[in-house]
């Protein structure tokens, strides 16, 4: 298992996985910007959507937090 995880490290460092990373998360907070007008959210249960809603509210500020220190890294490479 530890193999893995510095393999992981390697390719984060050397091969351009933090631009990777990076990408995902601005692709993923966009999706959860737009989540509510989503058509799978719209015929979904009441309860379900607000929680939904509820926990890309939550998770935006965390990704706006952590993009910058991938940002940082990408600039060492």
Not at 9 to 21: A, D
Not at 32 to 51: H, I, Q
């Amino acid at each position: 298992m530890a193999d893995r995880i510095w393999l992981g490290g390697i390719y984060l460092k050397e091969e351009g996985g933090y631009k990777i990373i990076l990408k995902s998360l601005n692709h993923y907070k966009r999706r959860l910007s737009t989540l509510s007008e989503s058509p799978e959210l719209k015929g979904a249960a009441g309860m379900f959507a607000s929680v939904l809603q509820q926990q890309a509210a939550k998770t935006i500020p965390e990704i706006d937090v952590t993009a910058p220190i991938f940002e940082a890294q990408c600039a060492f490479m």
